[in-house]
Every structure is written in structure tokens, then in C-alpha cells.
């Protein structure tokens, strides 16, 4: 699982793919709540705000 920003998408699901040779499904944090969980605030590559979860 990666939290990152649009930046870094690619290289989340380039990662992804890499470990667990199969497509990961992309969520928009935006449009997306999770009752039992907080994202990150920052993405995991850089400073900027996280956008997306990769899963």
C-alpha cells in the first residue's frame, strides 16, 4: 500500500507491481473516507499533500 501524491503515482504503482506482480487498484483520497482509518497527510515520496492510495 502507497499514499503518495500525483507526482508519484507512477512511481507507487511501478513499486507495486514490482512486489506483488499484478495491477494495484488506484483510490482518489479526495473523493474516498474510511471509517476505521486516516491516510497519511504527506505522500511517502515527498513533502506534498497525499492524493492517492495505492492498493
Not at 502507497?2 to 514490482?18: G, N, P, R, S, T
Not at 494495484?24 to 473523493?31: A, M, Y
Not at 497527510?41 to 492524493?51: G, I, L, P
Request: charged content about 40%; aromatic content about 10%; glycine content about 0%.
Amino acid at each position: 500500500m502507497y499514499v503518495v501524491c500525483k507526482e508519484h503515482v507512477e512511481l507507487a504503482i511501478d513499486d507495486f507491481v514490482d512486489e506483488y506482480e499484478e495491477a494495484p487498484d488506484i483510490v482518489d483520497l479526495k473523493e474516498t473516507k474510511f471509517s476505521d482509518w486516516d491516510p497519511p497527510v504527506k505522500c511517502a515520496e515527498c513533502e506534498k499533500h497525499s492524493e492517492y492510495l495505492i492498493v
